[in-house]
């Protein structure tokens, strides 16, 4: 076996295991009540309004772990499971988007640069695998396709560690609040901390793994593939 498929199956295999480890974390912390009874929602909202963000709003959206800040139409959008639970996972959650919004109002360097590369890399998602397919198949004869793919599947790996930076200053910005506000205790904030540090590894696991599947279609391209 090639030592890319080692890789690749030892990528896969950990993002198994960190993906089950988030959804046990978040089913675990989701239990246990944040203790001042404040929902998701009123987190956010205390939060925005403590970082003088007045122009974006807390709104709820469908699905399970969903949570997101759009920075097009300024609103921090949260899951049914945290818009309205007042447990530490919801409490967490909640925090995490709106440290995007913060960024966004401070404008926060890496996300500058990550919010300009979303329509490259929308457009590249489209295409970037039948560009690769052909490249790959008319490889001999054609390799400027598969060139062209691999500079199109190199935006979402660099979309993907610029993600890292953005992700982890969210979760920084989030636990800071959380407990300068007086939201958690210092046992829920150890709490918060556990939730939002498994839910950065699948970041630092999905970059891994786009990095490695750049790698193998370099190797590709310049015939030294093993």
């Not at 530490?88 to 959650?93: L, R």
């Amino acid at each position: 076996m090639s030592t890319y498929w080692i890789l690749f199956i030892a990528i896969a295999l950990a993002s198994y295991l960190v993906q089950a480890n988030l959804n046990n974390k978040f089913k675990k912390y989701s239990r246990i009540p944040l203790g001042n009874g404040m929902t998701g929602r009123e987190v956010a909202e205390k939060m925005l309004r403590d970082n003088g963000i007045y122009d974006v709003k807390v709104i709820s959206t469908p699905g399970q772990l969903t949570d997101h800040y759009n920075p097009t139409n300024k609103t921090v959008n949260l899951s049914e499971g945290v818009y309205l639970s007042d447990s530490v996972a919801a409490a967490a959650v909640a925090a995490h988007e709106c440290g995007h919004a913060v960024q966004h109002a401070r404008a926060y360097s890496p996300l500058k640069m990550r919010s300009a590369l979303v329509p490259v890399v929308s457009a590249a998602s489209h295409w970037v695998s039948w560009i690769l397919l052909a490249g790959i198949l008319l490889i001999q004869t054609f390799p400027q396709i598969l060139l062209a793919g691999i500079i199109l599947f190199a935006s979402t790996t660099l979309f993907s560690f610029i993600t890292l930076p953005v992700e982890i200053d969210a979760s920084r910005r989030a636990l800071a609040w959380l407990n300068r506000a007086g939201i958690t205790t210092s046992r829920n904030q150890t709490q918060a901390r556990d939730a939002l540090k498994s839910a950065a590894y699948t970041y630092v696991i999905a970059a891994l793994s786009s990095l490695a599947t750049l790698v193998y279609y370099v190797m590709i391209y310049m015939g030294r593939r093993d």
